[in-house]
T-cell receptor, first 110, second 114 residues
Framework: DAKTTQPNSMESNEEEPVHLPCNHS???????IHWYRQLPSQGPEYVIH???SNVNNRMASLAIAEDRKSSTLILHRATLRDAAVYYC???????????FGTGTRLAVRP | EAGVAQSPRYKIIEKRQSVAFWCNPI?????LYWYQQILGQGPKLLIQ????????DSQLPKDRFSAERLKGVDSTLKIQPAKLEDSAVYLC????????????FGPGTRLLVL
């Protein structure tokens, strides 16, 4: 499994954009980059995933570096509800397995 | 659409006792996962089922943990006997068979072993 490096914690102000980085320099060419988040006292929830191109959905945007060795999850306007632990997970296209690291704990200030 | 259901939500037992957790996945999801999440860490996969067959149980401590998914729907995870280090949140997740589909997680069962 590809190894990932994420900051332990980050802070943001409410209604400001947040950029959550992830390094995955050992990612293979066929691994998708998935992001999940875990709100307090809840199970993880899917946020977004991509392979090479940048991706957008109603929750967030995912910017993938051209060499695919890093990616950035972008929350365009952070809300208090976005306070969570965010996990970046390379995942093989042919498999189901998710290997979680320790993630980035995001705090959002009112 | 109903989410993944788990019970109980909390359980406190003494070491060497037995405990069982139950999971009901999203209707129609063939794949079911059990994860263990120790405080301060990310979830760790214990076992993965495809319908009622085991796909991956490489990280399941088989001397004390067991899991089954009879009829390919609900699943139970059992610990017998429990150790102090089993204190954790046990998460169940499910996904459809389509490749790339995301996993949907339940709220988890928080286990404290005294």
């Amino acid at each position: 499994d590809a190894k990932t490096t994420q900051p332990n914690s980050m802070e943001s102000n409410e209604e400001e954009p947040v950029h959550l980085p992830c390094n995955h320099s050992t990612i293979s060419g066929t691994d998708y980059i998935h992001w999940y988040r875990q709100l307090p006292s809840q199970g993880p929830e899917y946020v977004i995933h991509g392979l090479t191109s940048n991706v957008n959905n109603r929750m967030a945007s995912l910017a993938i570096a051209e060499d695919r060795k890093s990616s950035t999850l972008i929350l365009h306007r952070a809300t208090l509800r976005d306070a969570a632990v965010y996990y970046c997970i390379p995942k093989k296209s042919s498999g189901d397995k998710l290997t979680f690291g320790t993630g980035t704990r995001l705090a959002v200030r009112p | 659409e109903a989410g993944v259901a788990q019970s109980p939500r909390y359980k406190i037992i003494e070491k060497r006792q037995s405990v069982a957790f139950w999971c009901n996945p999203i209707s129609g999801h063939a794949t079911l996962y059990w994860y263990q999440q120790i405080l301060g860490q990310g979830p760790k996969l214990l076992i993965q089922f495809q319908n009622n067959g085991v796909v991956d149980d490489s990280q399941l401590p088989k001397d004390r943990f067991s899991a089954e998914r009879l009829k390919g729907v609900d699943s139970t995870l059992k610990i017998q006997p429990a150790k102090l280090e089993d204190s954790a949140v046990y998460l169940c997740a499910s996904s459809s068979v389509d490749r790339g589909k995301s996993q949907y997680f339940g709220p988890g069962t928080r286990l404290l072993v005294l």
